[in-house]
């Protein structure tokens, strides 16, 4: 069964029906070979070009088509070519549906479902060279085509592109190109005519605007106090681009933001290393950007660098190891792999490194108080030789998903492909151990696994993986016995194995070039997105850690054996002058002077161990005694954050000689406006730090079973989007099955309007440590991290540990209101909602089905039972017990594409505060559960029907699970389902 509609007769009228500008109808039927032919005529199929021929001779050239034909999404090839013809839209009707006419004079042309008479919406076909996932010119409500209004605009990562009619399409398709870049950076593309911008509306007409006219096209826009990067091309005409500057100038003054331009001479394009903006000059070089300051502005958070990109303007933060000289990663993957790091030695011919991969696989480094930033082919050649690198293969040692090896092999081939080196991965999901000073590839068992060629060329290459370590291909094997360094975790829990304490490496930071006149930016909030990491542990010797105090579910922490002696500290590092060869961006006689791009001088700093880089109020302190390397000062609750690697050491942490005062509140210049006055809200102490004895249950598989947590109680604050009342009652609504808990507050502004802050105690046991992450840190916990300066997990399982003491909103002026808190309170809870997979009442990180490869299931298709709620398809691991009037079809679920619900209940099945609706749905018969959005995964395999003597195969459909449903003919037959662009009944 396909649902194509049959042929429709020649004899149809054509309605008159209202139209739309802009908008080209050519109208179509069904021929007697199942081709489009014309509503009228010999029947003749017609093909692309026959098509865009018409639509030029009937003056639809420029216009967007639509196809006014029953069932044309069968015919989707040929629309597919009219619209790469054309470079426009083509809207075309799905398959089963059929046009409807409403209204009298004029009727109205809508779609619907030719089976149950439901609305179902128009598809729009872009051209396949630049085809996106972006909405298109028209939208489209209750089957009915409408034209948009208001400015033409397309989403960027972090902005937007403005468009006309004549490039939308255009414009939209450049659109993808650009990956998400810094938080912090607003992109605004626009097109640049006579010296002004050029602003489009929906009606199809334009407007050639000034910077005024400009800003308030884009009030809607949060962009005062930001900085903005303009995506446009200089004009060649001198009276233009003097045009274009001074409105350029005015734009920046009515935002009050920094505004970059590039410099008149460049242009600008993709970079396919990281898919960023990038200034070129006319020889392919990096060029210059130039900044327009408002009046009031603070100094840009931004520069340029090696690759005619705007990096962040701090300082790049990279430790160093004997066996690992380039390492910049976030700081708990740090604290988690140290032991690791230490333990390698340096192998002749390898290079090891570690960074930064973000979850689309761009290779990333890590900055001072701004979190990651990807990286450009130059910028990464910089890093390698200042860490030492002689043209020696490089051994990348991050860890990185499945879903981003794609993008790890695709950005960093090209990030290193002008290094004439060797480069080797890690498998998706693997991680590395240390053995007798080399690295092994590890699975999350433990068990060796290959390294990987990053460009996967076996020809003539220098080393193989021989049992999970890289030796040089003429090696057969290693002779020498290898034990395997024990991880960081296990150190943690008391066992013996090499100390987790760096004691033979130094931090290396990459300075900012310094300018006359040029104040550091300093602020007082936290600058949201920008995720702001905890302090790494000092690398000094340390005394047993105190046990934890008895609690009932939580025994006492053991004592841990003392590291060996730190190597003596080096002589105090003398900071060089600062640098006065890069003036600070100013107004000279009306123009803004541009920023260079000559390359920064580079030091080597050495000194007293020291945290990398840490909140405000410092790092956090360890327990037990240490040893002072300097002056104590107490931390300022005041201070605020500045560029640059080091900040102000916390309780019980030496000072680094030598890093100069501390910028106390008031003594730069504000980014933005001060939030309005609220209560003061307590920064709460770090507690002291423990392991446990027993594993206890969290029912989360990324932390270790005997996690680090608090041995003291301490009182966090946690982000909820719910009321203080329903935290402890109904849950927190949450996709994970975990909290996020602070010492500090977030400013007000950080919170969403449905958001609340709570602020709750947590008895001894309750707050896990982000040491205790076992594997690469998930996305989910990246996001939630943001802003955060001293965090902790507050796992599911463990929340009985919680008690609720103050909630607090946010008024209309911007500031924190407390709320009432009844005097005792339950603990609080979790209710599992809006995960990814579309599972109602299902946590995001929970059990797939199959677990190791493809696997064949089945599912019965007329029985009630066979949907839980309308969220999915029950699959069934055997073949039911065979009943009249049942058909049963056989499929092929790819890896991980179904939910386990039997083993999500044995994982959280028996935590009271965790509400979730695995166990109501195990019992209605539901133990593997197919999401709606995966029935375009899952192959149909065989249709089974039930007769007198069992089971027996009646097709064999070559077609996905979506697809096959959709055919169905009533609703009781089609339970799963999915919308969008395959619609049908419901």
């Excluded at 009031?296 to 066996?323: H, I, K, N």
């Excluded at 009432?820 to 809006?834: D, E, H, I, K």
Aim: glycine content about 10%; overall charge neutral; hydrophobic content about 35%.
């Amino acid at each position: 069964m396909t649902g194509r509609l049959p042929p429709t007769p020649a004899t149809r009228a054509r309605p008159e029906h209202r139209r739309i500008d802009g908008l080209y109808d050519i109208w179509l039927r069904t021929g007697p070979d199942g081709l489009p032919v014309a509503l009228r005529g010999s029947g003749t199929p017609l093909d692309a070009g026959q098509l865009a021929d018409l639509v030029r001779r009937g003056g639809g050239a420029g216009d967007d088509v639509r196809i006014m034909m029953d069932g044309a999404e069968d015919h989707a090839e040929i629309f597919a070519e009219l619209a790469g013809i054309l470079g426009r839209d083509v809207l075309i009707s799905p398959v089963g549906s059929m046009l409807r006419f409403d209204g009298d004079r004029e009727p109205e042309p809508s779609l619907v479902d030719a089976r149950t008479g439901r609305p179902v919406e128009w598809l729009v076909v872009q051209p396949p060279a630049m085809a996106t996932d972006l909405p298109g010119w028209y939208e489209t409500t209750g089957g009915v085509l409408r034209p948009r209004s208001g400015v033409v605009a397309a989403p960027l990562p972090g902005g937007l592109t403005l468009a006309t009619r004549a490039d939308f399409v255009a414009r939209r398709a450049a659109a993808v190109d650009l990956a998400p870049g810094h938080p912090e950076l607003t992109t605004i593309g626009v097109s640049v005519r006579g010296g002004g911008f050029v602003v489009g509306d929906y009606t199809g007409s334009y407007r050639v605007t000034g910077g005024r006219q400009l800003a308030a096209a884009l009030s809607d826009v949060p962009l005062y106090g930001s900085e903005i990067r303009m995506w446009l091309h200089w004009p060649s005409d001198p009276e233009e681009r003097q045009r274009l500057h001074a409105n350029l100038a005015a734009f920046a003054d009515n935002t009050g933001a920094i505004v970059w331009a590039p410099e008149r001479t460049a242009a600008l394009e993709v970079l396919e290393s990281c898919q960023d903006l990038s200034a070129v000059d006319r020889a392919g070089g990096p060029a210059e950007w130039r900044t327009y300051l408002p009046p009031m502005a603070a100094s840009p958070r931004f520069e340029p660098d090696q690759d005619g990109r705007l990096s962040p303007a701090g300082r790049m933060v990279v430790t160093p190891y004997p066996g690992a000289p380039l390492v910049s990663v976030a700081p708990a993957r740090q604290r988690a792999m140290n032991s690791r790091y230490s333990s390698l030695q340096a192998q002749h011919g390898l290079f090891r490194i570690d960074l930064t991969i973000l979850n689309d696989g761009r290779w990333a480094v890590q900055y001072a108080d701004s979190g990651p930033h990807a990286l450009g082919p130059r910028v990464l050649q910089r890093m390698l030789r200042t860490a030492g690198w002689q043209g020696e293969d490089l051994l990348l040692l991050a860890s990185y998903p499945a879903s981003a090896e794609a993008g790890v092999r695709h950005y960093g081939s090209r990030l290193v492909e002008g290094l004439r080196a060797e480069v080797w991965v890690l498998p998706p999901g693997a991680a590395f151990d240390s053995v007798d000073g080399t690295a092994r590839a590890v699975d999350e068992r433990g068990r060796p696994v290959d390294w990987q060629r990053l460009d996967q060329d076996d020809s003539q290459r220098r080393w193989q993986s021989d049992d999970g370590v890289l030796v040089t291909a003429e090696s057969n094997s290693r002779s020498t016995t290898v034990e395997v360094t024990p991880s960081v975790d296990r150190q943690q829990a008391g066992e013996p194995g090499a100390s987790a304490v760096a004691s033979a490496s130094d931090v290396r930071a990459y300075p900012a070039p310094s300018s006359v006149g040029r104040v550091p930016a300093v602020t007082s909030d936290p600058v949201p997105p920008v995720p702001v990491h905890a302090a790494l542990p000092l690398p000094v010797p340390t005394s047993p850690a105190p046990e934890l105090p008895p609690a009932p579910e939580l025994p006492p922490a053991p004592e841990l054996p003392p590291a060996p002696e730190s190597p003596p500290p080096p002589p105090p590092f003398t900071p060089p002058p600062p640098s006065t060869s890069s003036p600070a961006p100013t107004r000279a006689g009306g123009w803004a002077q541009p920023n260079r791009t000559e390359p920064r001088r580079v030091e080597r700093q050495v000194g007293p161990p020291r945290p990398l880089v840490g909140p405000v109020a410092g790092p956090r302190p360890a327990s037990g005694p240490r040893v002072e390397a300097g002056p104590v000062r107490e931390p300022d609750p005041r201070a605020e954050r500045r560029p640059g690697p080091v900040v102000e050491p916390g309780p019980g942490t030496p000072r680094r000689p030598g890093s100069g005062p501390v910028m106390e509140p008031g003594s730069g210049r504000p980014d933005r406006p001060a939030p309005p006055p609220g209560p003061e809200l307590p920064v709460s102490a770090a507690p002291k730090l423990g392991t446990v004895r027993r594993p206890v249950s969290h029912a989360i598989y990324w932390i270790a079973e005997r996690p680090t947590v608090n041995a003291d109680p301490v009182e966090l604050y946690v982000v909820a989007g719910c009321s203080p009342t329903e935290a402890t009652g109904t849950g927190v609504p949450t996709a994970n099955l975990f909290l996020v808990g602070t010492l500090r507050p977030p400013v007000p502004a950080a919170l969403r309007a449905d958001e609340h802050l709570l602020r709750v105690r947590v008895l001894a046991g309750g707050a896990v440590d982000m040491s205790s992450i076992t594997v690469h840190e998930p996305p989910a916990l990246h996001e939630l991290l943001v802003d955060r300066d001293e965090s902790y997990l507050l796992p599911g399982g463990l929340l009985d540990r919680t008690q609720l003491v103050a909630g607090f909103g946010v008024d209309a002026s911007g500031r924190y209101v407390e709320q009432p808190v009844a005097p005792s309170t339950p603990p609080l809870a979790l209710r599992c909602t809006g995960a990814g997979h579309g599972v109602e009442g299902l946590p995001a990180d929970l059990p797939r089905w199959p677990y190791e490869a493809d696997a064949l299931a089945y599912a019965l298709v007329r029985d009630p039972g066979s949907t839980i709620r309308n969220q999915g398809l029950v699959l069934l691991r055997n073949r039911p017990r065979a009943r009249r009037g049942r058909l049963l079809v056989q499929v092929r679920v790819p890896w991980r594409c179904a939910v386990d619900v039997r083993a999500t209940v044995a994982q959280i099945g028996d935590l009271p505060q965790i509400r979730s609706a695995a166990g109501s749905m195990l019992e209605a018969g539901a133990g593997l559960l197919l999401p709606r959005e995966a029935n375009e995964e899952v192959e149909v395999v065989r249709l089974l029907s039930a007769g007198r003597f069992g089971w027996r195969t009646v097709g064999e459909p070559e077609m996905s699970l979506a697809d096959f449903l959709a055919s169905r003919a009533d609703t009781t037959t089609r339970p799963g389902s999915t919308a969008g662009t395959r619609p049908g009944p419901h």
